[in-house]
């Protein structure tokens, strides 16, 4: 932080409610969004209300730094970046103010997707629909005069803008709608009219060159729309300006917007989709050109590379995607009736399929799930496009062109000339209704001889566009991306845009070198950073021990603290680009739990990822990793692996934070609550020695205050009973603890801290169940606990010594027939996913990590296999199932809810409400603990209301958590087959037991 920034930062925390960041570690985390682009900005202010906008407004102008709104920072032109004061309305400013008959009014930072949700209630929506629907903001909507695929029928947003309540560049507030214009305004303290008057007067002057310089294509947000501000009024013969629309698309050049009132739609009663598939790219272009006659809602062409992407990523699409399919368009039809949009859509099938012969084939779909299907092939367009392997990343900077759609077929016939003549293949996807093309040219940016490309690409292709009176920005923003190339477009009409641009902003402080080039920022220079210095690895054998007294590495060195390659490392850091995508908080998706209580930045998952980019590109010392700042953020990251499930890149955030916690406490060492918790199968095993007094303890509020002054577990949590002794211990007794050499199935139980401690009970209830399906079971005395608090935790130097120990172990009993089960889907994930990270690319731990399931899998598939016995009793009972985050990491579906629907009379029900909270031992310590039931709120309020007997689950800290917000037992559903096999009749006492304060049953 230098000496401006430190003023800055003392300076605006004196006058405002909200948050001020200029440090180094946040102005990366702003540094870039899901461009190409790269700009450092001075620091980060997050207004809290309206008057802390005016203050950082007020504060910037009598300074003249530079002021940059965002939202998601989800923008592909670098709108949002500059070197300035980032404004960030996303984490507190998300407020829907009001919802009316055919209105609504909100604050920048409400999400559309979360507005839709509100204003489905009432049977209403916001009608424009971009791509990123799920993360946007409303600012942004407005910003970019946002639309999407359902143009036709909807528009775009200034079709809906109705009044804006702004902060001008001098620090006053105006509402802003339409306007008669009125040099006089200015003495009643109204700028509306005297802003009114002066751009009445620049239409008035440029009204020939306005005319001239108007695009023929359907969509156009280049420049200042300045067409159809004038509005005729019969009251008064001036008429009004409509300068709400005028802002709808100045990227917060002119104003900056903190309250909007916009007009919503009805929900359409009645809509189908349909793929249409064709064995050329051309083809399906002149099909889309032939449509355009037709009422349609929506139509998307996607070409091969895309295709082939779905096929490969997900089952659903490898069957309905024919293999020799070129390109798709997906075609939307609304109606009155069901039978009103099929005939639509057959009338279409009729036309292109059979008639003209043009597509190959179809895929109709009128069920609102198949379409949303359908749907997600183009949703996740974009990000799923950074799954492709190799340094040519597809980049977006001429992905917004919008051609007239009878010129579509031409124009991309001679787009894909000019590619292969400049060697760059690309991926094409487009809005085919309205003419709209998202060209991405796969170029690589680390490579000098490459960069030049954008600019000769650029200057080609938008050349093409003019000649068929297209536009160079049809739906994104012209940020860094197409601003330099906006005189091309407008000609004389840049005059206008400058002074419209000096009346809003005569100081040029709203997001300078936007809108209005500036010879300045040429394409090249902000390039985000792709290139990495040489990281040397630090090998396992000489990693440093866990200790705070070592020197700290020079911070131009990095060692590597997992088992990859230093460009493994960057390349995983490097697939993140920026889509945002883990911003989500749809409740259907299990993205980023810790960002979903508490939308910030820091906490998402893309932050993470750029920060990791950042120190391995040199914007951040190598020495940050090792800093309290950085382990804080890192620390966000709770190993869920849902970001790496759920991102449309893959990028593996889980592995790149278990790498920075590992060097971070390979040098500092762990903080001491962060030690009970890594070595809490040691704790637990001196509890079970003495379980009458640690039994007490846990139930004692006096010893739970002490307990969480010294270990750091919550208060309030409600903590499991310990057994006496390990079950380890029994089992041995059992004479379970030596292998056989017996034909037939055969499992070795992999026992984790929970069961082997806290509820041997299911230990013995999966033992039972084994052997009452002639399992033969093994259960080593011998075995470690899976040490996933360590991994999440940083502690690698002791969980790399337990991975060893088990591999060891575990991979001679695979020798010897067994397959390797446990109870917990924590304990699995280890064997299968971490220990590999930790000891590399061995063949012991490649056949443990084959030869592991978690415990319902393997009863699945041994049902599978008809091995399995069901002389299952009735249980008469609706539970309530929870998948912990573990199990889909395990991505082996749901196997537990397959095997709880052989029990007859069992009401079983999915719970999608996203994770519990739980965490591993995240929930459990003070720190975390109200953070951790806001995350699992929703799971606990369906259990209070949902009419359930029983919860279940596989992962037990997901139990405690189960149990700790509602009144029923939660059960592991090994428990569930164990009674149903009447195996267990005691499993009957424990669910209709009370619930207690603090322990769970």
């Given at each position: 932080m230098d000496a401006e920034q430190l003023r800055i930062r003392d300076d605006l925390r004196g006058q405002l409610d909200g948050d001020v960041h200029c440090d180094d570690l946040f102005v990366q985390m702003y540094a870039s969004d899901a461009s190409i682009f790269e700009v450092p900005p001075l620091g980060v202010a997050l207004p809290r209300h309206r008057d802390d906008v005016v203050a950082i407004v007020r504060y910037a102008a009598e300074r003249g730094i530079p002021l940059f709104p965002r939202g998601a920072g989800t923008g592909l032109a670098g709108d949002s970046l500059g070197r300035g004061i980032v404004v960030d309305f996303s984490k507190h400013m998300r407020r829907i103010v009001s919802v009316g008959e055919d209105h609504v009014v909100v604050q920048p930072g409400v999400v559309?997707?979360?507005?839709?949700?509100?204003?489905?209630?009432?049977?209403?929506?916001?009608?424009?629909?971009?791509?990123?629907?799920?993360?946007?903001?409303?600012?942004?909507?407005?910003?970019?005069?946002?639309?999407?695929?359902?143009?036709?029928?909807?528009?775009?947003?200034?079709?809906?803008?109705?009044?804006?309540?702004?902060?001008?560049?001098?620090?006053?507030?105006?509402?802003?709608?339409?306007?008669?214009?009125?040099?006089?305004?200015?003495?009643?303290?109204?700028?509306?009219?005297?802003?009114?008057?002066?751009?009445?007067?620049?239409?008035?002057?440029?009204?020939?060159?306005?005319?001239?310089?108007?695009t023929r294509s359907l969509v156009d947000r280049s420049g200042y729309r300045l067409h159809d501000l004038w509005k005729s009024n019969d009251a008064d013969e001036r008429g009004t300006i409509d300068l709400a629309r005028l802002l709808v698309g100045s990227e917060g050049t002119l104003a900056i917007v903190t309250e909007a009132t916009l007009a919503t739609v009805a929900l359409p009663e009645h809509t189908g989709s349909m793929l249409l598939f064709f064995t050329s790219l051309s083809g399906a272009a002149q099909a889309a050109a032939e449509l355009s006659m037709h009422t349609l809602r929506a139509c998307d062409?996607?070409?091969?590379?895309?295709?082939?992407?779905?096929?490969?990523?997900?089952?659903?699409?490898?069957?309905?995607?024919?293999?020799?399919?070129?390109?798709?368009?997906?075609?939307?039809?609304?109606?009155?009736?069901?039978?009103?949009?099929?005939?639509?859509?057959?009338?279409?099938?009729?036309?292109?399929?059979?008639?003209?012969?043009?597509?190959?084939?179809?895929?109709?779909?009128?069920?609102?799930?198949?379409?949303?299907v359908l749907w997600q092939l183009a949703r996740r367009y974009?990000?799923?496009?950074?799954?492709?392997?190799?340094?040519?990343?597809?980049?977006?900077?001429?992905?917004?062109?919008?051609?007239?759609?009878?010129?579509?077929?031409?124009?991309?016939?001679?787009?894909?000339?000019?590619?292969?003549?400049?060697?760059?293949?690309?991926?094409?996807?487009?809005?085919?209704?309205h003419g709209q093309l998202h060209i991405r040219p796969f170029i690589?940016?680390?490579?000098?001889?490459?960069?030049?490309?954008?600019?000769?690409?650029?200057?080609?292709?938008?050349?093409?566009?003019?000649?068929?009176?297209?536009?160079?920005?049809?739906?994104?923003?012209?940020?860094?991306?197409?601003?330099?190339?906006?005189?091309?477009?407008?000609?004389?009409?840049m005059a206008a845009f400058r002074e419209v641009k000096s009346l809003f902003d005569p100081r040029g402080i709203l997001n300078p070198g936007k809108k209005i080039p500036a010879d300045s920022v040429p394409l090249e220079t902000p390039l985000r950073r792709v290139t990495f210095p040489l990281l040397d690895r630090l090998e396992v054998d000489d990693a440093p021990p866990q200790s705070s007294s070592l020197k700290r590495p020079p911070s131009s060195l990095i060692q590597l603290q997992l088992d990859w390659r230093p460009d493994e490392m960057t390349y995983a850091a490097r697939m993140c680009n920026g889509c945002g995508a883990c911003r989500t908080q749809e409740a259907e998706s299990r993205m980023c739990p810790t960002f979903r209580p508490a939308p910030r930045e820091e906490a998402s998952p893309r932050a993470k990822a750029n920060l990791a980019r950042a120190i391995l590109t040199g914007a951040l010392p190598a020495g940050a990793v090792l800093e309290e700042a950085v382990k804080e953020v890192c620390d966000l990251c709770i190993h869920c692996h849902?970001?790496?499930?759920?991102?449309?890149?893959?990028?593996?955030?889980?592995?790149?934070?278990?790498?920075?916690?590992g060097s971070y406490v390979a040098v500092n060492g762990l903080r001491l609550h962060d030690w009970f918790i890594t070595n809490i199968d040691v704790l637990c095993g001196y509890a079970s020695r003495f379980p009458n007094i640690a039994n007490w303890a846990i139930r004692s509020r006096w010893a739970r205050w002490v307990i969480?002054?010294?270990?750091?577990?919550?208060?309030?949590?409600?903590?499991?009973?310990?057994?006496?002794?390990?079950?380890?211990?029994?089992?041995?007794?059992?004479?379970?603890a030596k292998p056989n050499r017996d034909p037939g199935e055969k499992v070795l139980l992999f026992v984790d801290t929970f069961a082997n401690f806290c509820d041997s009970q299911l230990a013995k209830a999966f033992v039972a169940v084994l052997e009452h399906n002639d399992v033969s079971v093994y259960i080593p005395d011998r075995q470690y606990e899976a040490g996933m608090p360590m991994i999440s935790q940083g502690a690698l130097g002791p969980a790399r010594l337990l991975a060893e120990r088990n591999v060891a172990m575990l991979s001679e009993a695979v020798r010897q027939g067994y397959t390797i089960v446990s109870t917990e889907p924590s304990a699995i994930l280890a064997l299968q996913r971490e220990y590999a990270h930790?000891?590399?690319?061995?063949?012991?731990?490649?056949?443990?990590?084959?030869?592991?399931?978690?415990?319902?899998?393997?009863?699945?598939?041994?049902?599978?296999?008809?091995?399995?016995?069901?002389?299952?009793?009735?249980?008469?009972?609706?539970?309530g199932y929870h998948t912990p985050c573990h199990v889909k990491a395990l991505e082996v579906g749901v196997?537990?809810?397959?095997?709880?629907?052989?029990?007859?009379?069992?009401?079983?029900?999915?719970?999608?409400?996203?994770?519990?909270?739980?965490?591993?031992?995240?929930?459990?310590?003070?720190?975390?603990?109200?953070?951790?039931?806001?995350?699992?709120?929703?799971?606990?309020?369906?259990?209070?209301?949902?009419?359930?007997?029983?919860?279940?689950?596989?992962?037990?800290?997901?139990?405690?958590?189960?149990?700790?917000?509602?009144?029923?037992?939660?059960?592991?559903?090994?428990?569930?087959?164990?009674?149903?096999?009447?195996?267990?009749?005691?499993?009957?006492?424990?669910?209709?037991?009370?619930?207690?304060?603090?322990?769970?049953?």
């Open positions: 559309l997707a979360q507005l839709n949700d509100r204003l489905a209630r009432s049977g209403r929506m916001f009608g424009p629909d971009p791509a990123n629907v799920e993360v946007t903001t409303m600012g942004s909507v407005v910003a970019l005069d946002a639309s999407g695929s359902r143009w036709p029928a909807y528009g775009s947003t200034r079709r809906h803008v109705r009044e804006l309540e702004v902060v001008l560049a001098d620090g006053q507030v105006t509402r802003l709608s339409q306007h008669v214009p009125d040099v006089d305004a200015e003495r009643r303290d109204d700028p509306a009219g005297t802003l009114a008057a002066g751009v009445a007067d620049i239409i008035a002057r440029h009204q020939h060159a306005i005319d001239e310089r108007r062409l996607m070409d091969r590379r895309h295709l082939s992407l779905a096929r490969e990523t997900n089952p659903r699409y490898e069957f309905l995607i024919p293999a020799e399919a070129e390109a798709v368009l997906l075609v939307e039809c609304g109606g009155e009736s069901e039978e009103e949009v099929l005939q639509a859509l057959r009338e279409i099938e009729h036309l292109l399929v059979d008639q003209r012969r043009m597509a190959s084939s179809s895929q109709l779909a009128l069920d609102p799930f198949d379409s949303d974009v990000p799923t496009l950074y799954r492709l392997r190799g340094s040519s990343r597809p980049v977006p900077f001429v992905e917004d062109i919008a051609v007239p759609p009878q010129a579509l077929p031409n124009f991309l016939q001679k787009s894909l000339e000019t590619l292969r003549r400049h060697q760059v293949t690309a991926s094409i996807f487009g809005h085919a209704a690589d940016l680390t490579d000098p001889e490459e960069v030049p490309k954008l600019r000769e690409l650029a200057e080609e292709l938008y050349g093409y566009t003019w000649e068929v009176g297209g536009t160079i920005s049809g739906e994104h923003a012209e940020g860094y991306s197409r601003t330099p190339y906006a005189a091309g477009q407008h000609g004389p009409l849902m970001c790496r499930l759920e991102c449309p890149a893959n990028v593996d955030v889980p592995k790149l934070m278990a790498e920075a916690k969480e002054r010294t270990l750091g577990i919550a208060q309030g949590r409600k903590l499991p009973r310990f057994t006496r002794g390990p079950f380890l211990e029994s089992s041995t007794q059992a004479r379970l930790l000891l590399g690319d061995d063949s012991d731990v490649r056949l443990v990590a084959e030869n592991s399931m978690e415990a319902t899998q393997y009863l699945w598939r041994l049902h599978q296999k008809g091995r399995l016995r069901l002389d299952f009793q009735p249980l008469e009972m609706t539970v196997p537990s809810v397959n095997l709880m629907g052989l029990i007859p009379k069992l009401d079983l029900r999915l719970i999608e409400k996203g994770c519990s909270g739980a965490a591993g031992l995240f929930g459990f310590q003070k720190k975390n603990y109200r953070t951790s039931l806001r995350i699992g709120l929703p799971l606990i309020t369906e259990l209070r209301k949902g009419g359930y007997r029983l919860g279940v689950t596989e992962c037990s800290t997901c139990r405690i958590q189960m149990e700790q917000g509602a009144s029923m037992a939660t059960l592991h559903p090994v428990k569930l087959v164990a009674l149903a096999y009447g195996l267990m009749p005691e499993l009957r006492q424990l669910i209709d037991s009370p619930a207690q304060e603090l322990v769970v049953r």
